[in-house]
């Protein structure tokens, strides 16, 4: 990888507290000392020691509570703010929508509008006159384009506000919690419009509560706690450790299985690192261990262990589930995951339907499918048992690795079961016997071999 | 300094396009419209005139509404843009905040939507001059010609504390009612309502001539009610003025920039 697109080294920022008393002074100093730095009583410091990087194209999350010092960080990146203390340094052309349509002025119309913002935004005068229809249709604002701003309703300017600006093509977009303004179709546009970015190469921060989408959208992700990083890495994880905490857990170290709840209270928490991409053939799992997987295997219609099969074999995931404690709230998920990292498949008992009433003592959770359909490959199986906000109890990602065999070479992910018919005047004739056949013959070797040293469940 | 301007020179789009949206939307919705920028000036010629031909005749200085309307348009410009650049970043919060926004734009669009209202009330400055050349109350000099070089000498002064008092005023916030105070003051020790020369005492005079607006204003007077160029010494005092300020406005500017975003 070549220089990041964002590089945090170090970063602290301290906010003085502007007393009424003190402004003299602090002009006073600002004039004669050209000191930037506040004594620390008069302070407050939104952000601690921040490192890291963030490489272009990446999409990189930025977690955490309310007055933790996100926005901060962002206007920082994105060069309203000055650091206290460390180096920020940004390599390409930046958008900030830290605040939709914040330059609009109310009283000239749309039209305007956008030329002005746009050039704010640092375009020119010519290249808003080759955006600027894309940007009207995006926007949506239609007849409305030639009214004052004034006379817009709230949605009408935030969804201005964003055409404009990610109309600028930015190389890093920062993005601070604007997506949760305007109706449910129009943020959708804005998802699908940022991931199209993403898809350009464009490098994306992004500060949210909605922690859903930053697990949809970006690769890593970092949480911040009191200024401070509390971790950082792949963001199923991050965005766990974040729910933990803030439903009182204490983090538990991920890895082996996890012993809940005697953590140590430390105030402030060195940041972990969270393996983005650890060894890929290497279980990660992490949760607070109320609820614990004990066991997870595949298993064909007789119940015997699986390690390899056939697109077309019937399969069930098994689950040995152990509550050390009783739950009212919990859920069960799986997920299938392709080898390159596209998610196949994945479910949940929430989703489908199934009201908790509740667990205790030791269980069994089977997943039964008729057939995987499943194009050759190595293949991934998470699963988890987790709160119906998210909350792990225990995650299992890579639970188990698991080869789908093919004798026939097609391509893609997913074989819908199909079959062939000519009629007319082409004829065709099937040459290898076991082309029809799904389990090719080393797995039916290792089927046989499993079916001799039977050990049942 | 230099960084400053060649950054400025960057963002001229966006001061040119800041500027003409101030001018449009100063009279958005009114009904007159632009003619307010032609009207206002026109009104105040004629206030003048009605009060101080009808009420409080100045047989010393004729015709006095003239005089007084020459030199209270280099004031107007440098007393408009000075009061309203106390609130140019203060007012724009949501820009220096929320956008990457060069701010020193901020104080240069109020002065340069200043100096376009100083620009549009010529026409009627010179209207006024006309008739009183007319009817041979004034004498003309063709110096006049260099208006717009004198205009731009003050503009450059005008920005320049521009920029120190909109900077200044976002960490000091009483600075707008000093300010607005300090103009009252000022307008009384300029000489825009009585000529400096009629001034018996040396030492007041003296003082008047420490006032950085007095050259600007008597060179106004000089060419439209006197007839005649400035004196030397004023104008190489405006150009001094109009450099020593820019530099300082830059300077104050430059050291409260950083500290804006938070401040604000």
């Given at each position: 990888m070549s220089t990041p697109a964002i590089s945090v080294r170090g970063l602290s920022k301290s906010y003085r507290l502007f007393g009424r008393r003190s402004q003299l002074q602090t002009l006073k100093s600002a004039l004669l000392k050209r000191e930037l730095r506040p004594d620390p009583e008069s302070s407050v410091q939104a952000l601690r020691g921040l490192t890291f990087d963030v490489a272009r194209g990446e999409a990189f999350g930025v977690i955490g509570r309310n007055g933790s010092g996100k926005s901060t960080l962002l206007k920082i990146i994105s060069g309203i703010l000055k650091p206290t203390e460390g180096l920020v340094s940004v390599n390409g052309r930046v958008s900030a929508l830290i605040e939709l349509g914040a330059g609009f002025h109310p009283e000239i119309s749309g039209r305007e509008n956008i030329y002005i913002n746009g050039i704010m935004l640092g375009l020119s005068r010519k290249e808003i006159d080759r955006r600027f229809d894309r940007i009207v249709e995006f926007s949506g604002i239609g007849e409305f384009l030639d009214q004052p701003v004034k006379t817009y309703s709230s949605g009408m300017y935030v969804r201005l506000g964003f055409a404009v600006a990610v109309h600028v093509d930015p190389e890093i977009l920062l993005i601070d919690e604007v997506l949760s303004v305007g109706d449910e179709e129009f943020s959708q546009k804005c998802i699908a419009k940022i991931q199209e970015m993403k898809a350009r190469g464009a490098t994306l921060i992004f500060v949210t509560h909605q922690l859903a989408l930053v697990k949809e959208l970006c690769d890593r992700a970092v949480w911040i706690e009191r200024g401070a990083m509390a971790a950082i890495g792949d963001p199923a994880r991050v965005i766990d450790a974040y729910l933990q905490e803030v439903a009182g857990h204490h983090l538990v170290a991920a890895g082996d299985v996890p012993i809940a709840m005697s953590g140590s209270g430390s105030d402030?928490?060195?940041?972990?690192?969270?393996?983005?991409?650890?060894?890929?053939?290497e279980e990660e799992r992490w949760g607070s261990g109320e609820v614990l997987i004990t066991d997870v295997s595949l298993r064909d219609d007789r119940g015997r262990q699986l390690v390899a099969l056939g697109g077309r074999s019937p399969v069930t995931i098994r689950m040995q589930v152990t509550a050390r404690e009783p739950q009212t709230d919990f859920v069960f998920g799986v997920a299938i995951y392709h080898g390159?990292?596209?998610?196949?498949y994945g479910t949940n008992t929430e989703i489908e339907g199934w009201r908790p009433a509740k667990i205790e003592g030791d269980g069994t959770v089977d997943f039964a499918m008729p057939a995987l359909d499943l194009v050759a490959g190595g293949y991934r199986l998470d699963v988890a048992v987790h709160t119906k906000n998210g909350r792990a109890f225990d995650y299992r990602r890579g639970a188990i690795r698991f080869v789908v065999g093919s004798g026939i070479h097609d391509v893609g992910i997913y074989r819908p079961p199909h079959d062939w018919s000519f009629l007319g005047g082409i004829e065709l004739e099937l040459t290898q016997s076991s082309g029809r056949r799904d389990v090719p013959p080393e797995i039916e070797k290792t089927l046989r071999e499993l079916d001799d040293s039977d050990e049942s469940d | 300094m230099l960084a400053s301007i060649l950054k400025l020179a960057r963002h001229r789009q966006l001061i040119t396009t800041l500027t003409s949206r101030d001018l449009k939307a100063r009279y958005r919705g009114s009904v007159l419209g632009y003619f307010w920028s032609l009207a206002n000036p026109l009104m105040l010629l004629g206030v003048y005139t009605l009060v101080f031909t009808r009420f409080f005749p100045r047989p010393d200085i004729s015709p006095y509404a003239l005089f007084l309307f020459a030199g209270i348009l280099p004031w107007i410009f440098f007393s408009g843009a000075v009061m309203e650049s106390t609130a140019a970043i203060s007012g724009n919060s949501g820009l220096i905040k929320k956008v990457m926004f060069p701010a020193e734009a901020l104080p240069i669009v109020v002065v340069l939507s200043h100096l376009v209202h100083f620009a549009l009330a010529m026409p009627v400055l010179l209207a006024a001059f006309g008739v009183a050349f007319a009817t041979g109350k004034v004498p003309f000099h063709p110096v006049m010609i260099f208006v717009p070089v004198l205009m731009l000498l003050e503009a450059l002064f005008v920005a320049g504390v521009a920029l120190a008092v909109s900077s200044a005023s976002v960490l000091f916030r009483d600075l707008r009612d000093l300010v607005q105070n300090l103009l009252q003051l000022g307008f009384f020790l300029t000489p825009v309502i009585y000529s400096i020369e009629r001034i018996p005492s040396q030492l007041m005079r003296t003082v008047l001539r420490l006032n950085p607006m007095t050259p600007f204003v008597i060179a106004f007077q000089d060419i439209f009610f006197f007839g005649r160029p400035p004196a030397l010494v004023d104008v190489v005092l405006m150009a001094l003025y109009a450099l020593g300020s820019l530099a300082l406005g830059f300077v104050v500017f430059d050291r409260l920039r950083d500290t804006l975003a938070e401040a604000i």
């Amino acid at each position: 990888m070549s220089t990041p697109a964002i590089s945090v080294r170090g970063l602290s920022k301290s906010y003085r507290l502007f007393g009424r008393r003190s402004q003299l002074q602090t002009l006073k100093s600002a004039l004669l000392k050209r000191e930037l730095r506040p004594d620390p009583e008069s302070s407050v410091q939104a952000l601690r020691g921040l490192t890291f990087d963030v490489a272009r194209g990446e999409a990189f999350g930025v977690i955490g509570r309310n007055g933790s010092g996100k926005s901060t960080l962002l206007k920082i990146i994105s060069g309203i703010l000055k650091p206290t203390e460390g180096l920020v340094s940004v390599n390409g052309r930046v958008s900030a929508l830290i605040e939709l349509g914040a330059g609009f002025h109310p009283e000239i119309s749309g039209r305007e509008n956008i030329y002005i913002n746009g050039i704010m935004l640092g375009l020119s005068r010519k290249e808003i006159d080759r955006r600027f229809d894309r940007i009207v249709e995006f926007s949506g604002i239609g007849e409305f384009l030639d009214q004052p701003v004034k006379t817009y309703s709230s949605g009408m300017y935030v969804r201005l506000g964003f055409a404009v600006a990610v109309h600028v093509d930015p190389e890093i977009l920062l993005i601070d919690e604007v997506l949760s303004v305007g109706d449910e179709e129009f943020s959708q546009k804005c998802i699908a419009k940022i991931q199209e970015m993403k898809a350009r190469g464009a490098t994306l921060i992004f500060v949210t509560h909605q922690l859903a989408l930053v697990k949809e959208l970006c690769d890593r992700a970092v949480w911040i706690e009191r200024g401070a990083m509390a971790a950082i890495g792949d963001p199923a994880r991050v965005i766990d450790a974040y729910l933990q905490e803030v439903a009182g857990h204490h983090l538990v170290a991920a890895g082996d299985v996890p012993i809940a709840m005697s953590g140590s209270g430390s105030d402030a928490p060195a940041p972990r690192e969270e393996p983005a991409e650890k060894d890929p053939l290497e279980e990660e799992r992490w949760g607070s261990g109320e609820v614990l997987i004990t066991d997870v295997s595949l298993r064909d219609d007789r119940g015997r262990q699986l390690v390899a099969l056939g697109g077309r074999s019937p399969v069930t995931i098994r689950m040995q589930v152990t509550a050390r404690e009783p739950q009212t709230d919990f859920v069960f998920g799986v997920a299938i995951y392709h080898g390159d990292g596209t998610c196949v498949y994945g479910t949940n008992t929430e989703i489908e339907g199934w009201r908790p009433a509740k667990i205790e003592g030791d269980g069994t959770v089977d997943f039964a499918m008729p057939a995987l359909d499943l194009v050759a490959g190595g293949y991934r199986l998470d699963v988890a048992v987790h709160t119906k906000n998210g909350r792990a109890f225990d995650y299992r990602r890579g639970a188990i690795r698991f080869v789908v065999g093919s004798g026939i070479h097609d391509v893609g992910i997913y074989r819908p079961p199909h079959d062939w018919s000519f009629l007319g005047g082409i004829e065709l004739e099937l040459t290898q016997s076991s082309g029809r056949r799904d389990v090719p013959p080393e797995i039916e070797k290792t089927l046989r071999e499993l079916d001799d040293s039977d050990e049942s469940d | 300094m230099l960084a400053s301007i060649l950054k400025l020179a960057r963002h001229r789009q966006l001061i040119t396009t800041l500027t003409s949206r101030d001018l449009k939307a100063r009279y958005r919705g009114s009904v007159l419209g632009y003619f307010w920028s032609l009207a206002n000036p026109l009104m105040l010629l004629g206030v003048y005139t009605l009060v101080f031909t009808r009420f409080f005749p100045r047989p010393d200085i004729s015709p006095y509404a003239l005089f007084l309307f020459a030199g209270i348009l280099p004031w107007i410009f440098f007393s408009g843009a000075v009061m309203e650049s106390t609130a140019a970043i203060s007012g724009n919060s949501g820009l220096i905040k929320k956008v990457m926004f060069p701010a020193e734009a901020l104080p240069i669009v109020v002065v340069l939507s200043h100096l376009v209202h100083f620009a549009l009330a010529m026409p009627v400055l010179l209207a006024a001059f006309g008739v009183a050349f007319a009817t041979g109350k004034v004498p003309f000099h063709p110096v006049m010609i260099f208006v717009p070089v004198l205009m731009l000498l003050e503009a450059l002064f005008v920005a320049g504390v521009a920029l120190a008092v909109s900077s200044a005023s976002v960490l000091f916030r009483d600075l707008r009612d000093l300010v607005q105070n300090l103009l009252q003051l000022g307008f009384f020790l300029t000489p825009v309502i009585y000529s400096i020369e009629r001034i018996p005492s040396q030492l007041m005079r003296t003082v008047l001539r420490l006032n950085p607006m007095t050259p600007f204003v008597i060179a106004f007077q000089d060419i439209f009610f006197f007839g005649r160029p400035p004196a030397l010494v004023d104008v190489v005092l405006m150009a001094l003025y109009a450099l020593g300020s820019l530099a300082l406005g830059f300077v104050v500017f430059d050291r409260l920039r950083d500290t804006l975003a938070e401040a604000i």
